[in-house]
């Protein structure tokens, strides 16, 4: 009776929250909305792509559109100016309205880690090398991020497949049982007869497919380098379990040898089972080689009835000459490449003993493989002190223990880890000795929400709160679970002390693992993996062959700029106009700088007369990667610069609205210009274009691979074979014509110009965006309205200072939103015991 009682209060209680609810949305928003918003976000109108008359009510699933219509009328941008204007008091309830209902709402839970994350938090917890995410399927996305708490919710083939991977990673390891599969080693410097070394390793399944190198004792075996597009490579196979799965480890010791200076360093091609692995530069000289370590899972490669091919290759990948040697020319005869076939390569006899060759060689000192190798767990690198293992219940419990710590990023209770030993003890009965019953239970704390999924820094239980905020910070900066300092500080609890957050962001920036954090964020904020075109004059000159090392170092350029930027805590001016960039090898030719060595980045001031300057908006693989749908580019050039660099983003085009094509028909030949005014007089498109267009005739000096050019063709020619792209002007030339406006109605002559008066009049706007991305990037979720406000006030604290990068991000590590989000109610929340 007292239970019937108490539901049918709970549900009048219910029922007048939702009746109050709708009366304060008819009493204050629906009004507002009818009055200001529904004549362009109607039924029969949307502008920008926002309707407003459906909705009822500030609910979970429409929480972003109140944010923005709340933005939106607290800057005064809507109405607009030229419409019936809202009375301050009308303006006031609806802000303060909006702002409780969404608050009322708290904040989203925790989030399932990603798949980074994911494979990051195995090779922590098995301590194996291996890169588990290519196994895992990819994410979805929330605002270009990977960490979007709505884009990661569990689906059957995503949890299917974890089980594959996880499986995989554990079977790996080993605690009592013996070592298997005989590994193959060889050290070259020994080695007479390579051949003959090379036989006796058949009897064990070993098969040579192209022993290509050449044998120098004392040295070690010198592989050739050659030029992409070029098949010469040192070549084997070897045998793979009956099952086809297990972790294959490839260890390799290498130097580099140069016969003559100022030689290019080579680099190494790794590809094993189909897979290419690397394409590292080597360095190393031959007193001290460099130690190659892969370890790979036989399930993601290609194996073959001979078993597991592996290919090492040495390339160079810049073009050189040396004094004394003419250039290899490799055009054809019958249809010479107009102005030769450009800078190459030293042309020599290959058959002239190495130090005679003008050429790089990679020198493998000694290899060892292990086709099938299970690794001894904990790691001898943890310095664990677990005694003795034996194969009984206390060291299972021990061993046990160590895996939940690791795997939960904190912390476990006895309690917390008693369902695994009664896995463990369960199939001991069954019969599985203590290896396979223990790798049964390490799997079953892999499946756990609390390894898979983030603990909340506003979990009741301080300790696990602690230990989330270690886990985050670290997750972010890093992308991989938190190291020993950060756990002891969760430990102790210092971890919302803003001195102590402070000196561990400086820490963890300063190492070389926030390339965890720096890569994938600004891949993802820039759209980085956009295709980067490398055109030349003619289909058959050999630039081609150094195409995908120059476009991996057009994309490095704009990764280590922003990384120098934080590790200089440099103004956030300095992301749109500097006097220097990140340049290597590659990039130094590409921009026309005097020779460099050495594929490794470096910050490098620019010459004044350098006409694109410092900052991401003059790096040529930005501009080259928005020119590969087509020659709309100053579409694509504007529409990407409002959305990630002003935090303008213009709404997505109609579907109804035709795409301008410059090279059909009657348009061919036209300027750009003189398009885009056809393509305004549309209604529909001059909404967006008038402000896209304008700003995108900034960047008209660079041309489809990002190079600065002074003047343009009528119209262009594009040919391609086999990878290869030609893009030839056509035509008269004429001057670029770089002049534009920007949103606010501001106006430039050129680039130089646009840049200044972006840095004089929308930093502000720069800092909103950034800061928003670093939210996203951080708590998993859109900033709310609190958020934003929180934002503004980061950027007030920072704005004397000219907004310095890492002093930004460590706001943002020590917001409330960062520290302080909202958990589920308590009943929901498993507490330590």
Not at 509 to 529: H, I, K, T, Y
Not at 646 to 674: C, I, T, Y
Not at 719 to 748: C, M, N, Q, S, Y
Not at 769 to 775: I, M, T
């Amino acid at each position: 009776m007292i239970g019937r009682l108490l539901i049918s209060a709970l549900a009048i209680v219910l029922l007048v929250d939702s009746v109050t609810a709708a009366d304060e949305f008819a009493d204050v928003a629906a009004p507002f909305l009818k009055q200001h918003c529904l004549a362009c976000h109607g039924e029969k109108k949307q502008e920008g792509g926002v309707r407003l008359d459906q909705v009822t009510g500030v609910e979970a699933g429409n929480r972003n559109l109140w944010t923005l219509v709340h933005q939106k009328v607290a800057s005064g941008e809507m109405p607009p100016a030229s419409k019936p204007q809202p009375t301050a008091s009308e303006k006031e309830k609806l802000l303060k309205w909006v702002a409780e209902k969404q608050r009322s709402l708290g904040v989203s839970g925790t989030r399932r880690l990603n798949r980074r994350e994911l494979a990051a938090s195995l090779r922590d917890v098995t301590g194996l090398n291996i890169d588990f995410a290519a196994s895992l399927p990819g994410d979805g996305t929330v605002a270009g991020f990977d960490t979007g708490a709505d884009a990661l919710q569990e689906a059957s083939d995503g949890v299917a497949q974890w089980l594959v991977v996880t499986r995989r990673a554990v079977d790996g390891l080993r605690f009592l049982d013996a070592p298997r599969g005989k590994p193959f080693a060889m050290n070259f410097r020994e080695v007479k007869d390579l051949k003959k070394s090379f036989d006796e390793w058949k009897a064990d399944g070993f098969t040579g497919k192209e022993l290509k190198g050449i044998l120098r004792p004392g040295t070690g075996l010198l592989i050739e380098s050659r030029a992409v597009g070029d098949r010469e490579e040192l070549s084997f196979s070897v045998p793979a379990p009956p099952s086809k799965e297990g972790v294959l480890r490839l260890a390799l010791n290498i130097s580099v040898l140069k016969p003559f200076p100022n030689l290019p360093n080579p680099r190494l091609w790794v590809r094993i089972g189909g897979r290419d692995l690397d394409f590292r530069e080597i360095t190393a000289a031959a007193n001290k080689p460099q130690r190659l370590v892969y370890e790979v899972q036989l399930g993601d490669l290609v194996v073959q009835p001979k078993g597991v091919t592996i290919s090492l290759a040495s390339k160079v990948e810049v073009p050189y000459t040396v004094d004394g040697f003419e250039n290899e020319d490799k055009s054809n005869p019958k249809d010479p490449v107009p102005g030769g076939t450009g800078l190459f390569r030293p042309f020599f006899d290959r058959k002239l003993p190495p130090d005679k060759q003008p050429s790089p060689f990679v020198v493998l000192h000694d290899i060892a493989i292990e086709p099938d190798t299970v690794t001894a767990w904990p790691p001898a690198s943890w310095g664990a002190n677990l005694g003795e293992v034996k194969a009984d219940a206390d060291s299972a419990k021990r061993l046990l223990a160590l895996w939940t710590d690791r795997a939960w990023r904190r912390p476990t209770s006895e309690s917390e880890r008693e369902p695994f030993f009664k896995l463990y003890e369960k199939l001991r009965g069954e019969g599985l000795n203590f290896d396979a019953a223990l790798r049964a239970a390490f799997r079953s704390v892999l499946m756990s929400a609390h390894f898979r999924y983030h603990a909340s820094p506003a979990h009741l239980d301080k300790v696990v709160a602690q230990f989330a905020i270690a886990s985050r910070l670290s997750f972010m900066l890093w992308g991989e679970p938190p190291d020993t300092e950060l756990r002891k500080l969760a430990d102790a609890g210092k971890l919302r002390d803003p001195a102590v957050l402070d000196a561990q962001v400086d820490r963890l920036l300063a190492d070389s693992r926030s390339d965890g954090f720096v890569r994938p964020f600004v891949v993802q904020w820039l759209e980085l993996e956009q295709p980067i075109t490398i055109a030349q004059s003619h289909i058959n000159k050999q630039d081609f062959r150094f195409a995908r090392y120059l476009k991996a170092s057009m994309r490095e350029e704009t990764v280590g700029y922003v990384s120098r930027l934080l590790a200089d805590n440099r103004p956030v001016s300095e992301l749109v106009a500097s006097d220097w960039t990140m340049m290597n090898d590659a990039l130094a030719l590409h921009y026309g700088y005097p020779a460099m060595e050495g594929g490794h980045l470096r910050k490098v001031k620019l010459r004044t007369d350098d006409p694109r300057g410092g900052g991401i908006l003059g790096h040529a693989g930005i501009q080259s990667m928005l020119c590969w749908m087509g020659d709309n580019w100053v579409i694509y050039r504007g529409a990407w610069t409002l959305r990630h660099v002003l935090d303008m983003p213009p709404p997505p085009p109609p579907l109804e609205v035709p795409e301008l094509n410059p090279s059909d028909g009657k348009n061919k030949g036209k300027p750009f210009r003189e398009l885009l005014k056809q393509h305004q007089s549309d209604a529909k498109c001059s909404v967006c274009h008038k402000t896209i267009d304008p700003l995108g005739f900034a960047f008209q000096n660079f041309d489809i691979s990002g190079r600065w050019r002074e003047v343009e063709h009528e119209s262009y020619k594009r040919g391609e074979l086999d990878g290869r792209i030609a893009w030839v002007g056509e035509g008269k030339t004429r001057p670029v014509d770089a002049t534009g406006r920007l949103p606010r109605g501001e106006e430039f002559k050129n680039f130089a110009e646009f840049k200044r008066v972006v840095v004089e009049k929308y930093q502000p706007d720069m800092v909103r965006g950034l800061l928003k991305n670093w939210f996203v990037y951080a708590t998993g979720r859109l900033p709310g309205i609190d958020d934003l406000g929180e934002i503004s006030e980061i950027m007030t604290t920072n704005r004397a200072k000219n907004y310095p990068l890492r002093d930004l991000l460590k706001s943002v590590v020590k917001s409330r939103a960062f520290l302080e989000q909202h958990e589920l109610p308590a009943e929901n929340q498993p507490l330590r015991k």
